[in-house]
């Protein structure tokens, strides 16, 4: 399986901050995910991290409020920006690495509360 | 947008009886996922499905994958109180809204 870290596992924060969160892959993957998981709710995919060009978002989703990069193959950040209560939530990163059955691997998630 | 549901979206069940999990998919796909996940908890890989007529089996869960009718089954055959988690069906890479299954005594 794909071994997957994100940092930080969780945080606090106040309103109208900004938080970045880090997902490090150990070996390269083409396709890497962002999730966004509610409390008692499905993931919901924020947007797909494409190396090298601007993230793919999902309807309801926009690059000015969570910013992602990904300067190669192993690594992603996402930034929820300008945080509000509404904010709070698990983010997960995610990969599909081709040779694994096409499987979807999950990092830990990264636990926001936002106050 | 491919949309992906679920049914039920709760289940309480006994403990020895059968029960299958729907999930349906607007769009055709080659490939559709199975996870589980505890409270508190990342998701749990259960099976991956990969082609029409697709079955596997850990235990009591068995999935099946009918790429025609858009469909997979998630079934659960003589329930243990340990499969109490939520479970969620994936078509790469939208996710159901998922099944919170209670096993109870």
């Known amino acids: 399986s794909a071994v997957i870290s994100q940092k930080p596992s969780r945080d606090i924060c106040q309103r109208g901050t900004s938080l970045t969160i880090q997902c490090q892959v150990d070996?390269?993957?083409?396709?890497m995910f962002w999730y966004r998981q509610q409390p008692g709710q499905s993931l919901t995919l924020i947007a797909t991290a494409n190396q090298g060009s601007e993230a793919t978002y999902e309807s309801g989703f926009v690059i000015d409020k969570f910013p992602i990069s990904r300067p190669n193959l192993t690594f992603s950040t996402l930034t929820v920006s300008n945080m509000s209560p509404e904010d709070s939530s698990i983010y997960l990163c995610?990969?599909?690495?081709?040779?694994?059955?096409?499987?979807?691997?999950f990092g830990p998630g990264t636990r926001l509360t936002v106050l | 947008e491919l949309k992906v549901e679920q049914n039920p979206l709760f289940l309480s069940m006994q403990e020895g009886k059968n029960y299958t999990i729907y999930c349906n998919y607007s769009?055709?796909?080659?490939?559709l996922y199975w996870y589980r996940q505890d409270p508190g908890k990342s998701l749990e890989s259960l099976f991956v499905?990969?082609?029409?007529?697709a079955v596997k089996q850990e235990g009591r869960l068995m999935a099946s994958l009918d790429t025609k009718a858009r469909l997979s089954t998630l079934h659960i055959t003589a329930a243990v109180h340990d499969l109490s988690a939520t479970y969620f069906c994936a078509v790469d890479p939208f996710f159901g809204t998922g099944t919170r299954l209670q096993v109870f005594p």
């Open positions: 070996s390269q993957v083409t396709m």
């Open positions: 995610s990969v599909v690495r081709s040779g694994f059955g096409n499987e979807q691997f």
């Open positions: 769009t055709t796909s080659d490939r």
């Open positions: 499905l990969l082609s029409n007529g």
